[in-house]
């Protein structure tokens, strides 16, 4: 409960006073922000006053709006369309209102139809060259988001969708962990903690032996630049990876 209030507390400080988090013309940052403020809401459910707890709903509800009358469904990044899903879904747990489930389903859809032969994922779906390439920092956001929606709506085919980027990965990550990386996507993201750390965790989610080595390798990276970040040193052994 503690960490829920404490990610409400976070992400409400990015509102406005319209109701928005970014200036006009953003069409991405809302979908970053739904995602963890409509999970603490739903943490939070059964826990708080239930007028206050409408009312962060229904501000939750309004920037959701807000954000759908902004982007070109369902093409563009595709990164927020994996967010989106996860806030759709959320929201609607939160309001029942089925209009919401069915939007969560169209963008795993079109996202489970955007997948390239050899497992990986478009940045973005225009003609601009490099949003065509696989991007490995993005991907692996999309994908941690995409099956935190789909195996909780038991899309078969979104977990296939998962297991087939992994397979990408084991061919575009090296023996450090480090995802290989497009021209024009910045150097430092191939070991960032943020890459580095969701290839452990979609590699350990989908329960698959063949990504074990893969989930190893990342998450002693993901470790050590946490900590490094830290200022602590790297404990040995190093815990193991919570399942």
């Excluded at 941690?144 to 397979?167: H, P």
């Excluded at 070991?191 to 979609?202: E, I, K, P």
């Amino acid at each position: 409960i503690a960490f829920a209030m404490r990610v409400l507390e976070c992400v409400s400080r990015q509102f406005q006073s319209t109701g928005t988090v970014t200036p006009e013309g953003d069409q991405n940052t809302p979908y970053f922000c739904l995602t963890a403020f409509t999970w603490a809401l739903r943490s939070l459910q059964r826990h708080v006053d239930a007028g206050w707890h409408a009312a962060m709903v229904a501000r939750a509800m309004q920037l959701f709006a807000d954000a759908e009358r902004t982007i070109w469904r369902t093409h563009d990044y595709l990164n927020p369309r994996s967010l989106e899903a996860v806030s759709a879904l959320n929201l609607y747990h939160l309001s029942h209102e089925k209009r919401l489930l069915k939007r969560a389903g169209e963008c795993l859809d079109q996202l489970v139809t955007r997948q390239y032969p050899c497992g990986a994922q478009p940045y973005h779906t225009s003609v601009w060259v490099w949003g065509r390439k696989p991007a490995q920092g993005y991907q692996f956001l999309t994908i941690s988001m995409m099956l935190c929606a789909g195996r909780e709506l038991r899309r078969k085919d979104v977990v296939a969708y998962s297991r087939r980027l992994l397979d990408f990965s084991l061919l575009a990550t090296n023996r450090r962990g480090e995802a290989f990386v497009t021209p024009n996507e910045g150097l430092h993201k191939s070991n960032s903690r943020s890459c580095a750390g969701r290839q452990w965790v979609t590699s350990l989610a989908v329960g698959t032996p063949r990504f074990r080595g893969l989930a190893r390798t990342t998450y002693r990276l993901w470790a050590e630049n946490t900590l490094s970040a830290l200022d602590r040193p790297l404990p040995r052994p190093l815990p193991r990876p919570l399942r």
